[in-house]
Nanobody
């Protein structure tokens, strides 16, 4: 059974930092590309960043370039999102996605973790 469990969300002041984690199980983590998405209230879900199975990072959203870093630890079956210099517009539910790990090769999603940036 494929499971993705996000953690690390919370409330932080503007300029602060958070590190999100997504623990994966039920599939061969090291062979799958992983992504972080986010969805703000009333908005569509958007791609934040992706990382290939090789560790190469791709697809950073313009709004987070230079502030967010995606990484992975294949030994721990975990993908991370380090978020620095947080802004109120970063407030959203953050989801991780495992490409091709779901039914019939679809993506598998976690349940999300809420990040709130407010003074």
């Amino acid at each position: 059974q494929v499971q993705l469990v996000e953690s690390g969300g919370g409330s932080v002041q503007p300029g602060g930092s958070l590190r999100l984690s997504c623990a994966a199980s039920g599939f061969t983590f090291s062979s799958k590309a992983m992504s972080w998405y986010r969805q703000a209230p009333g908005m569509e879900r958007e791609l934040v960043a992706s990382i290939l199975s090789t560790g190469r990072t791709i697809n950073y959203a313009d709004s987070v370039k230079g502030r967010f870093t995606i990484s992975r630890d294949n030994a721990k079956n975990t993908v991370y999102l380090q978020m620095n210099s947080l802004k109120p517009e970063d407030t959203a539910v953050y989801y991780c996605k495992a490409w091709g790990a779901g039914t019939d090769g679809a993506g598998a999603w976690g349940q999300g973790t809420l990040v709130t940036v407010s003074s």
